[in-house]
C-alpha cells in the first residue's frame, strides 16, 4: 500500500502520463523494446531516464534515427527494426506526452478524524503504518500521526529552518536547547532520506511548518520532518552541455516566503513554486546558460525582494546579483561584480577581461534589516590561476559586496585579496553580529576568508576592525596593513615553473558554514592546513568550456591537517583547535552552535560530531563514513530538536531518543 501511493504521487506530481494510445502495434513495441528500461509511461525506470521531454522536439524520422544508431557508450541500444514497426513504434512514442498542467492528477482519498475532534477530508500524498501526510480542499498539507481509536494526531511544529542559514544574518548558531551537553551522548538518527539523481548532496534543507524542502539541480522534494517521508516532488529535465558545478547536479538550496518556494534551475533561470504542491508559479532567465552561467546556490529573501547570484566563476561568466519581485519574478535591480569601461573599477581590468573576469556570486548573501543592506561575496577573478592578461586589482573578484536593498546601489566593498591568482574566493559566509567591539556595541560582519586571513569589518561603514591570520600555512602575505592590503611576500617560481603557494586551491577555509556564539564569544570554523604546488597555461575563454588557466597541484609528501577552529573575535586568536581523522580528500562541512554550548561538525574522516563549544572537547560521535560536502541545520519539530545535515547521498536527521 505505502509503496503504490507513493508511486502514484510521485508519477502525478511530476505532472506526466500517457495520453490514448493510438495504435496498438506501435504500443506493443513500446512495451516490449523500450519499457522495461524507460517504464511504461516513459517517466523512467531502472535502465533509461524519463524521455518524455526529449521526445516533443523530435519528428518522428528524428526519432527513428536516433533509435537506429542509439548511444550504446551511455547505455541506450540501437534498434535496427523493420520499417513498419519502426514508424509504429516512432508515431506512438511520439504520443507519450506530459499531460496539460491543471489535469486533475490519479487520487487517493481519505477521511480520517483527529485527536482534537476534527475532520480531515483529502487526497493522500503519503502514508506510513504510523504517519499520514495528506492535502485537503484548501491546498494544505497535514501532517498526521496515528493515535488511539483510529483517529490521527495533527503534529506541531515550533522553530523553523526558514532560510539558507537559518537566518539572514548568515549566523548558524541556534537559541535551541533541547540537545545539551548533557544529552547529547545519546543523539540518535531519527531517519534518513536518501536523495535520488545525484552524485552529491550539497544541500541545507529548509523547513517551515514541519515541512522540510530538499533539492538537487532541477529537483525539490517536500519532506514530512518529522519522517523524512516525501510528500511531493518537482522535477525537470536537467540542462544538457551544461558547464560547471551545477552539471553536477548539485543545488545547495531553496528560499520560502509564505506560500511561495524559490529556487534556482540548474542553467542560471531563477523560479518560483507552490510550496505545498510544487506547482511552477513564474520563472524568470537570469543569464544565457550558453555564457557559462549556471545556479547551484539558494536564493535569500528580504522583503518582497528574492535576491541571488549564479554559479560560473570557473567558467568565466561576468558575475552580478540581481532582485526579483517575490511575486512576479521581475526583476528590480542587477549589480555587476565587475564593472564595465567606463564605470570606476574598470581600470582595474586590462583591455577587455573584464567581460569574461568571472569574481560570480555563488554562495547566498546576508541581509541587515536595520541596516537595509545585504552582503553579497564575490568569487575569484578569471581566469583561474593566470593573470598575465588581466593586469590590476580586478574589482570586485573576491570582495564583499554592501549593497542597498531598494536600489541595488554599492555602500562600500572589500576586497581581500586583489589580483588572485590562486581561486581565493571570498564566498565563505559573510556573518553579521551585533556585539560589543573593544567594549562598545557595534554592528559587525566577520568572515573567515579562504586567503587564510580572519576579518572583523564595522559592517556600516566597512571600516576594517581586525585582520589576522587563521592558519599556520600561509606564505603569501605577510600581514593586511592598515588599509586592508595584503603585504604580499615575493613567492619564487620554481625552474618548472611551479610555485607553492599556502594556502592552496582549497583555501584556509571555503564556503561551507560557521557559527558565531555569544555564549562563548568565539567563532567556530573548519580550517585546513594545506599547501598546493600552482602553475599558469595560456588559456582563450570559450562557450562551454571551463576557464581555469593552470593547476593546482597536492604535495604528495604533505600530510595536510583539517581542523575544527574556535576563533576569539577580539583578537584573532585562536582560543581552541580540534585537528581532525585523516581522509584521502579534505571534506566541506560546515559547522553549527548552539546556545546549550554544543558545535556540531562533520568531521573529515567521515564522522557527524559533537564538541563542547567551550573547549573542544568531543562530547558525541556518530561515524556516518562519508566526504562531506554540506552544513547542519536544526529545528524543532512536534517539541524534540532535530539536527540534521546532508551525509552522502542522504538528508539524516539526529534528535534524542524517548
Ligand atoms: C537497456 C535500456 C534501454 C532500452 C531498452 C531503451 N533505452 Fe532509451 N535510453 C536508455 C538510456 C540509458 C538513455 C540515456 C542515454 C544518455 O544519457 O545519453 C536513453 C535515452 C533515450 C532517449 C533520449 C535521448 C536523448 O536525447 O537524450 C530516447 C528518446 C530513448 N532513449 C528512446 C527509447 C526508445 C523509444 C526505446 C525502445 C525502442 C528505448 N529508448 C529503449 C536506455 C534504454
Known sequence: MRTLVFSLAFTSLAG?????????????????????????????????????DQIDSRTQSELADFLRTGRPASGMPAFDLPAADMTALTAYVRTLVPVPSGDPPPEVRKKIQTTDGRTLEGRVLNEGMNDL????????????????????????SQTD?????????????????????????????????????VQQVQNTPIVAGGIMYVSSANEVYA????????????QRARTKGLVGNASGGFNRGVAISGDRLFMLTDNAHIMSLNRFNGELLWETEMADWHQNYNGTSAPLVVGNLVITGTAGGDEGVRGFVAAYEAATGKEVWRFWTIPKPPEPGSETWKGNSWMHGAASTWMTGTYDPQLDMVYWPA????????????DGDNLYSDSILALDVKTGKLKWYFQFTPHDIHDWDA??????????????????????????????????????????????????????????????????????????????IQGGTNWYSTSFN???????????????????????????????????????????????????????????????????FPGSAGVIS????????????????AADAANGKVLWDFPANQGWHASPMTYMFDNKQYIAIASGLNIIAFALPE
Open 594 to 609: 548552539t546556545a546549550s554550548g554544543l558545535v556540531f561538525f562533520g568531521e573529515n574522516s567521515g564522522s557527524f560530531m
Open 427 to 504: 564566498e565563505e559566509p559573510p556573518v553579521l553580529i551585533d556585539t560589543n567591539w573593544q567594549g562598545q556595541p557595534r554592528k559587525l560582519l566577520i568572515q573567515a576568508n579562504r586567503n587564510g586571513f580572519f576579518y572583523v569589518f564595522d559592517r556600516a561603514t566597512g571600516q576594517l576592525l581586525l585582520a589576522k591570520p587563521f592558519i599556520k600555512k600561509l606564505n603569501w602575505a605577510k600581514e593586511i596593513d592598515k588599509n586592508g592590503r595584503p603585504v604580499l611576500n615575493d613567492i619564487k617560481e620554481q625552474a618548472n615553473g611551479e610555485s607553492l603557494v599556502c594556502p592552496g
Open 133 to 156: 501526510q495528506m492535502v485537503t480542499a484548501d491546498r494544505r498539507i497535514h501532517l498526521l500521526r496515528k493515535a488511539a481509536n483510529d483517529r490521527y494526531r495533527e503534529v506541531t
Open 379 to 390: 568569487g575569484n577573478p578569471g581566469p583561474d590561476f593566470n593573470g598575465d592578461n588581466r
Open 518 to 584: 555569544p555564549g562563548t564569544g568565539l567563532y567556530y570554523i573548519q580550517a585546513l592546513e594545506r599547501c598546493n604546488y600552482y602553475s599558469k597555461r595560456d588559456l582563450e575563454w570559450q562557450a562551454g568550456k571551463g576557464y581555469m588557466a593552470g593547476v593546482a597541484r597536492p604535495d604528495p609528501d604533505e600530510t595536510f591537517v583539517k581542523s575544527l577552529r574556535a576563533i576569539n573575535i577580539q583578537t584573532g586568536a585562536i582560543a581552541w583547535d580540534l585537528p581532525q581523522g585523516a581522509a584521502r
Open 16 to 52: 506526466l502520463a500517457l495520453a490514448q494510445a493510438p495504435n496498438a502495434a506501435g504500443r506493443q513495441q513500446f512495451e516490449t523494446r523500450c519499457a522495461h528500461c524507460h517504464g511504461g509511461d516513459a517517466t523512467g525506470g531502472e535502465g533509461g531516464p524519463n524521455i518524455i
Open 161 to 197: 529552518w526558514s532560510t539558507y542559514h537559518g537566518d539572514p544574518s548568515g549566523n548558524r548558531y541556534t537559541k535551541l536547547t533541547q540537545i545539551d551537553k548533557s544529552n547529547v551522548a545519546r543523539l540518535a538518527p531519527m531517519w534518513v532520506f536518501a536523495v535520488p539523481n
Open 223 to 234: 519532506l514530512d520532518a518529522g519522517t523524512g517521508r516525501p510528500v511531493w516532488h518537482y
